[in-house]
């Protein structure tokens, strides 16, 4: 039976662990989907590759009210896509055939599971470790209604019908269809409405709440909802009962809990992601699970077993590629150097829906600040309010930060409309190195007139 120094399961930001400092050891990586994990191949890149288009494509609406008039003549799918994929499937294959050159790692590629504390099967083939990191990610979530398969949407399953469809497949389909129904109302759902409607897709979207984006500040996401409803067919209170495949096989109705019927060339599940941590047998170690089906860590990235670390989606409450590169580099650090081990910082970890309007995020809400205690300071600030926002006609979109009034430290910040994502990130510098709102807005120059002054007058309107 082989043995190696570590076992990292997992090609995502687990493969990023592999560098220099590890060439004396013997290393298995072990890998059954897409080479280079979910962000690279499913996830956030072709997504955000998809979206920059769609924006372009959705500008002669916005366009308008500017006095220019603009026309989307055709949107060339297979061209969008066939470019995302031809680089993004270089880029995968590339990374795998690195992998499989380099003299100290050994790549495996197939389902695997423990079968003991530090004992391990590919296949046919079992190994021990001394150490292993557990960074097997996550997968699309399929309901369990009738009408459904679980099976259609398993790694290279044939037998799914051509209009079923999760955001792992979504994707890749070969031409637009005329009709899309998502199920679904997080950010998933959020930007795939976005993506399909710019392109000419009639779009509808089936919510189970009363608002998408639900665990968004609630003034965030009571104003997205109205947004997105102006383009497309927005269902709310609506759970999914049942789906139904039209005779042909040309498409499916989906059917709400209340008997109502929705119908589409296309049905996309948006319905979350769920950890992989019970595909691992993970019994045969001893490593805990809670109830969210994610691994246990503590501060340092450890399972319940020593010598057994967990990053990424398999562990962590928020699935996001940055939260899984920051735990990495802890991870690598802590194998490095286990006397003096480092904690994960997820103090302050940023979000951002990348639909239309954009949705940044980072801290407490102003409900989650009120119900800790905190002594709470609001500010909304316009987008119109400020010179670039006028020059913008924008009357939708605004800025919310929350702070304690006590010491003027930032809670949290909220932000919708264009380029939410980059005005977010001063306001997360400011609650990471612990700057103050007051400090933060009078302490250096704003350029004038950038759209970051948002932010500034956002930071000053705070009553402290």
């Given at each position: 039976m082989r043995h190696f120094d570590l076992c990292i399961i997992g090609s995502g930001s687990g493969n990023s662990l592999i560098d220099e400092s590890l060439d004396g050891q013997r290393v298995a990586l072990v890998e059954k989907g897409i080479f280079g994990g979910t962000c690279l191949n499913v996830g956030c890149i072709p997504t955000k590759m998809y979206v920059h288009p769609a924006d372009l494509a959705s500008t002669p609406e916005r366009s308008a009210r500017l006095g220019v008039r603009l026309q989307r003549e055709s949107v060339d799918w297979v061209g969008i896509r066939d470019r995302i994929f031809t680089r993004i499937d270089a880029i995968s294959a590339g990374g795998e055939d690195w992998r499989r050159q380099s003299d100290n790692v050994t790549l495996y590629?197939?389902?695997?599971?423990?079968?003991?504390?530090?004992?391990?099967?590919?296949?046919?083939?079992?190994f021990t470790a001394d150490r292993f990191v557990i960074a097997a990610g996550s997968r699309a979530v399929v309901p369990v209604v009738p009408g459904l398969e679980q099976d259609w949407f398993a790694d290279g399953a044939a037998r799914r019908p051509a209009w079923a469809h999760t955001s792992d497949t979504v994707m890749r389909i070969d031409a637009l269809p005329a009709s899309m129904v998502v199920v679904g109302g997080g950010y998933v759902a959020a930007e795939f409405a976005h993506v399909f409607a710019s392109f000419g897709?009639?779009?509808?979207?089936?919510?189970r709440g009363q608002r998408l984006l639900k665990d968004e500040d609630e003034d965030v996401s009571a104003r997205f909802t109205e947004l997105l409803s102006r383009r497309v067919r927005l269902v709310l209170g609506t759970s999914l009962a049942e789906v139904r495949a039209d005779a042909d096989?040309?498409?499916?109705?989906?059917?709400?809990?209340?008997?109502?019927?929705?119908?589409?060339?296309?049905?996309?599940?948006?319905?979350?992601?769920?950890?992989?941590?019970?595909t691992l047998n993970?019994?045969?170690?001893?490593?805990?699970?809670?109830?969210?089906?994610?691994?246990v860590v503590d501060e340092y990235q450890r399972t319940s077993v020593e010598g057994i670390f967990a990053l990424g989606d398999v562990s962590s409450p928020w699935q996001l590629k940055h939260v899984a590169n920051h735990e990495m580099r802890v991870v690598k650090h802590n194998l490095a150097h286990p006397e003096a081990m480092k904690a994960s910082d997820h103090r302050y970890v940023p979000h951002a829906v990348f639909s239309e309007p954009q949705v940044a995020s980072v801290g407490l809400t102003e409900r989650q600040a009120r119900e800790a205690g905190y002594d709470v300071a609001v500010a909304h600030q316009d987008y119109g309010s400020v010179a670039y926002g006028w020059a913008m006609e924008d009357d939708s979109h605004f800025a919310k930060l929350v702070a304690d009034r006590g010491t003027g430290r930032l809670l949290g910040a909220h932000i919708i409309g264009p380029e939410a994502s980059v005005l977010l990130q001063p306001l997360i510098q400011a609650m990471s190195f612990g700057l103050g709102a007051r400090e933060m807005a009078e302490g250096q120059y704003w350029?004038?007139?950038?759209?970051?002054?948002?932010?500034?007058?956002?930071?000053?309107?705070?009553?402290m």
């Open positions: 590629r197939g389902t695997g599971w423990f079968t003991g504390e530090k004992r391990f099967a590919v296949g046919e083939e079992e897709v009639d779009v509808t979207v089936v919510v096989g040309r498409g499916a109705t989906v059917v709400g809990n209340d008997g109502s019927t929705f119908s589409g060339e296309l049905v996309l599940l948006a319905t979350g992601r769920t950890p992989n941590a019970d993970l019994a045969a170690t001893g490593v805990k699970v809670d109830g969210e089906g994610r691994v350029i004038h007139p950038a759209m970051t002054e948002l932010v500034e007058n956002a930071l000053l309107a705070l009553d």
